[in-house]
């Protein structure tokens, strides 16, 4: 039997600013997102009805599943039965800011286009993307972009070198919605977008820019909702030789990155070994 197997990586807001409402509430964004070397696995085989099994995330839904729903979107359009068995394997944490279902969606539908060998090029697959959310369109792309608006207007990213990085993820969440409540009502000035030189030869002139320019302004929401974001950034304030420490998205989630590989793994094993109730990892970008 015929199998496929795609990634879905996780992605990683370098920057995140708001610059803007819509009148029905949506906030517009400004950011600068990369994937990691973090990802969930989907498996696609051929069988008799359309299944989904959800490996090592048992509290994750699966009739309203975003694979779910990116299945029957291609299926209403190419007119075919979903005869298919998805294996998705979770190793992106859910509920901590990168974009862990958003990934398994762009994932699908780019599977299935290989899988059933489907006339689908890429304008049509962001037309779907679009309608299942917002990050979506941008984790169709496997490569860092510069995503803004309500996040399907995409521009090229600044060209930059690997970069290597602690992530931590609490055993805490930041609900998305409550982040985006909580911002609001903080009434903070929207920030313009940010223009980005073309390139940057070196980790330590990338960092220095995120660090004067930029920011991710859901930071203090992400607080408040949650206190343990700031517990974990300022533990990974201390870090030595880290280079950019941010919250990414709308958290759990917050990361440090420095110059090089060994660098970062040490200082991976020193904050896991200091707090062994954080999910603590090595992750590269851009690799």
């Not at 941010?246 to 759990?252: D, M």
Request: hydrophobic content about 40%; overall charge negative; aromatic content about 8%.
């Amino acid at each position: 039997m015929a199998t496929l197997t795609r990634h879905a990586p996780a992605k990683i807001n370098l920057h995140l600013h708001i610059t803007g409402r819509r009148d029905d509430g949506y906030h517009l964004l400004d950011s600068l997102v990369a994937f990691t070397n973090l990802y969930d696995t989907i498996e696609i085989r051929d069988a008799s009805q359309f299944e989904l099994t959800i490996n090592n995330a048992p509290d994750c839904p699966i009739a309203d599943n975003l694979v779910t729903r990116a299945v029957h979107l291609l299926c209403t359009h190419f007119k075919i039965p979903p005869h298919i068995h998805i294996d998705l394997t979770k190793a992106i944490p859910m509920g901590a800011g990168l974009g862990g279902g958003s990934a398994d969606a762009a994932a699908t539908l780019l599977a299935l286009r290989d899988f059933w060998k489907l006339d689908a090029p890429n304008t049509l697959l962001k037309k779907f993307a679009s309608t299942l959310g917002s990050d979506i369109v941008a984790c169709l792309q496997d490569k860092p972009i510069i995503m803004r608006d309500t996040g399907n207007t995409l521009l090229p990213a600044p060209t930059f070198p690997t970069l290597y990085g602690v992530l931590v993820i609490p055993p805490t969440h930041c609900p998305t919605p409550l982040v985006y409540k909580i911002y609001k009502d903080l009434n903070h000035k929207f920030s313009q977008n940010i223009i980005f030189p073309d390139a940057f030869d070196s980790t330590q002139s990338f960092c220095d820019f995120l660090n004067t320019k930029t920011q991710n302004y859901l930071t203090a929401a992400a607080i408040a909702v949650n206190p343990d974001v700031k517990t974990v950034l300022h533990e990974l304030e201390n870090l030595e030789n880290g280079l950019l420490t941010r919250l990414s998205g709308s958290g759990s989630s917050c990361f440090t990155l420095f110059k090089n590989e060994t660098t970062a793994t040490k200082q991976c094993q020193i904050i896991q070994d200091k707090h062994p109730e954080w999910s603590v990892k090595y992750i590269r970008i851009n690799d």
